[in-house]
């Protein structure tokens, strides 16, 4: 069975770099023909999908995400990262990665979510 786990800060500086790793086990994040989701949601607020990195190394990303964010990966710890710019206190949320299975629609495994707040 495949987990994913969420490490990274939980505080970070207004105009700051975030970055987050997605530890994935029991599955190999280049198996044909998953894709790997950065998700979050902030309070009070709704799910908002980021971007996602494919089994083959190709990053895509929301348009509201892709001027500040990239995703990328590392094959050798099987592992993959998100790295969000210029981050402001609307950037605070639950984030998560999940894997989104050949066909797409939805993400079929989840991370247990990781709490970051954006604040001086």
């Known amino acids: 069975q495949v987990q994913l786990q969420e490490s990274g800060p939980t505080l970070v500086k207004p105009s700051q770099t975030l970055s987050l790793t997605c530890n994935v086990s029991?599955?190999?994040?280049?198996?044909?023909?998953?894709?790997w989701s950065w998700i979050r949601q902030p309070p009070g607020k709704g799910l908002e999908w980021i971007g996602y990195?494919?089994?083959?190394?190709?990053?895509y990303y929301s348009p509201s995400f892709e001027t500040r964010t990239s995703i990328s990966r590392d094959m050798s710890k099987n592992q993959f990262t998100l790295h969000l710019r210029s981050v402001t206190p609307e950037d605070s949320a639950v984030y998560y990665c999940?894997?989104?299975?050949?066909?797409?629609?939805?993400?079929?495994?989840w991370g247990q979510g990781t709490q970051v707040t954006v604040s001086s």
């Open positions: 029991g599955g190999s994040i280049t198996t044909n023909y998953y894709a």
């Open positions: 999940a894997r989104d299975p050949p066909g797409g629609g939805y993400f079929d495994e």
């Open positions: 990195i494919t089994y083959s190394g190709s990053s």
